[in-house]
């Protein structure tokens, strides 16, 4: 990551305004806006490069600290308001920043937990959407994300799934007509799907042999595009330790999509 002073918000800021343009102001007129959105989006990106928040409200006191001179900013309440209603323009930020003609996307899933096991019964903010999942870790509750990455570390898909849906299941979701190769770990390597993905996008589902299978055969440039699968794992030890992707804080599940699209951008931003 580059050295970042805080001046620098408002580079950010005239980025954010290039690739999404601010709303228009109301016809109706009214009280003049106190805070747009996209100074609010700026807000939350940037405080992920500089001091990674949990939550909205510790992003609202590192504002107060820090840019309460250069930001006229609201109420809490209306804080969270506004960043709630500032979904739409995250998602699409997102998609304009994503690799999307990527040729050899790299594969793999984690799960993103929304409270503790012995607190799953009782969990009422993302119920009816969270679910129990298993991998080699053991059990976890919440969602799970799945994310397609370049070999550079870029993100050139993402998908978010409760946490017990397969991951072969989710291929669809991560490559398009520009990949040629999708590396993946052994449970992408399902035949049926790799076929599919053949058949509609000339894709090739790159997946390690299973370990009862007794040939075990494989081109040189194939081990060398597994060894690569290190990247994924990468990103999401950044995006978990350093970004603070994973949270229980939000009482909304618009709390927990603003904070999880919040952390996505701000990390795409920071691999240009």
């Known amino acids: 990551m580059r050295f970042l002073r805080s001046h620098h918000i408002t580079k950010l800021l005239a980025v954010v305004d290039s690739m999404v343009p601010p709303l228009p102001a109301n016809p109706l007129g009214g009280r003049p806006v106190v805070l747009r959105q996209n100074e609010v989006i700026s807000l939350l990106v940037f405080s992920c490069f500089v001091s990674p928040q949990h939550t909205l409200k510790g992003v609202y006191?590192?504002?107060?600290?820090?840019?309460?001179?250069?930001?006229?900013?609201?109420?809490?309440?209306?804080?969270?308001?506004?960043?709630?209603?500032?979904?739409?323009?995250?998602?699409?930020?997102?998609?304009?920043?994503?690799?999307?003609?990527?040729?050899?996307?790299?594969?793999?899933?984690?799960?993103?937990?929304?409270?503790?096991?012995?607190?799953?019964?009782?969990?009422?903010?993302?119920?009816?959407?969270?679910?129990?999942?298993?991998?080699?870790?053991g059990w976890h509750f919440g969602f799970k994300l799945h994310v397609a990455v370049t070999p550079e570390g870029r993100l050139a898909a993402v998908h978010f799934t409760p946490a017990n849906e397969h991951d072969a299941q989710q291929i669809p979701y991560l490559v398009n007509d520009h990949t040629t190769i999708a590396v993946g770990d052994g449970t992408y390597g399902a035949s049926v799907m790799?076929?599919?993905?053949?058949?509609?996008?000339?894709?090739?589902?790159?997946?390690?042999?299973?370990?009862?299978?007794?040939?075990?055969?494989?081109?040189?440039?194939?081990?060398?595009?597994?060894?690569?699968?290190?990247?994924?794992?990468?990103?999401?030890?950044?995006?978990?330790?350093?970004?603070?992707?994973?949270?229980?804080?939000?009482?909304?599940?618009?709390?927990?999509?603003?904070?999880?699209?919040?952390?996505?951008?701000?990390?795409?931003?920071?691999?240009?």
């Open 61 to 137: 006191m590192w504002a107060q600290t820090f840019y309460y001179r250069r930001f006229h900013l609201c109420s809490y309440k209306s804080w969270v308001r506004k960043c709630h209603q500032a979904l739409p323009i995250l998602l699409e930020l997102l998609d304009r920043l994503l690799e999307k003609t990527a040729t050899i996307r790299l594969l793999d899933s984690s799960m993103l937990h929304v409270c503790r096991l012995v607190r799953a019964n009782r969990h009422r903010v993302a119920k009816g959407l969270a679910t129990f999942g298993k991998n080699w870790q």
């Open 194 to 272: 790799r076929r599919k993905m053949w058949q509609k996008h000339k894709a090739y589902i790159l997946a390690p042999p299973h370990p009862k299978q007794k040939k075990k055969l494989m081109a040189d440039w194939q081990h060398l595009l597994l060894k690569k699968r290190t990247k994924v794992e990468c990103t999401f030890d950044y995006l978990k330790e350093h970004l603070h992707l994973e949270t229980s804080f939000p009482r909304s599940v618009d709390g927990y999509a603003v904070h999880y699209l919040r952390v996505l951008v701000s990390y795409q931003m920071g691999r240009f």
